[in-house]
T-cell receptor, first 111, second 113 residues
């Protein structure tokens, strides 16, 4: 298995909703990432998990809450989002000496 | 500071060769990546350079000069499906072993018949 799987592919949520994005990989990669990408912009790093521990938080608002239950799973819990949070959310994983593998992303719309 | 520069847009003709340049200034360096991204899709890995020189992979080649903070992606025998954004990304190494991938703004390539 050489893929990163993200669910759901599309999500529409209201500003008072609570939802979660899920990411799964079975390549044995020990680093996992959440990126946010707005239209016509490059991906921006949000969080880095290394060996299931949060190692980098790029000053992301607390309405985004990451979780790494085990070495294969990465979640992003969403609560009280704003319309400007609408974007493509990308999960990626990597291993030392290897490239980064990206999932196909979750396109989030906040209404 | 972190700075990765690449041209915003380029156009080329089907069957031709195009070179996309990338210059970078980062606090650390542990490799440079090129990704292709079609609109609305995830980035897909094209190439990786960590040492100076040229890496060739089919129609795609990537070059790195660490002393100049410079890389380029060379696409040969262009096809219409190569119309996409091309992202230059530098892996910055932090102390403690953690690293992160920093992306340039991307170059939108349009291939015309």
């Amino acid at each position: 298995d050489t893929e990163v799987t993200q669910t759901p592919k599309h999500l529409v949520m209201g500003m008072t909703n609570k939802k979660s994005l899920k990411c799964e990989q079975h390549m044995g990669h020990r680093a996992m990432y959440w990126y946010k990408q707005k239209a016509k912009k490059p991906p921006e790093l949000m969080f880095v998990y290394s060996y299931e521990k949060l190692s980098i938080n790029e000053s992301v608002p607390s309405r985004f809450s990451p979780e790494c239950p085990n070495s294969s799973l990465l979640n992003l819990h969403l609560h009280a989002l704003q319309p400007e949070d609408s974007a493509l959310y990308l999960c990626a994983s990597s291993q030392a000496g290897s490239g980064y593998t990206f999932g196909s992303g979750t396109r989030l719309t906040v209404v | 500071g972190q700075n990765i520069d690449q041209p915003t847009e380029m156009t080329a003709t089907e069957g031709a060769i195009v070179q996309i340049n990338c210059t970078y200034q980062t606090s650390g360096f542990n490799g440079l990546f090129w990704y292709q991204q079609h609109a609305g899709e995830a980035p897909t890995f094209l190439s990786y350079n960590v040492l100076d020189g040229l890496e060739e992979k089919g129609r795609f080649s990537s070059f790195l000069s660490r002393s100049k903070g410079y890389s380029y992606l060379l696409l040969k025998e262009l096809q219409m499906k190569d119309s996409a954004s091309y992202l230059c990304a530098v892996r910055d190494q932090f102390s403690g072993g953690y690293n992160k991938l920093i992306f340039g703004a991307g170059t939108r390539l349009a291939v015309h018949p």
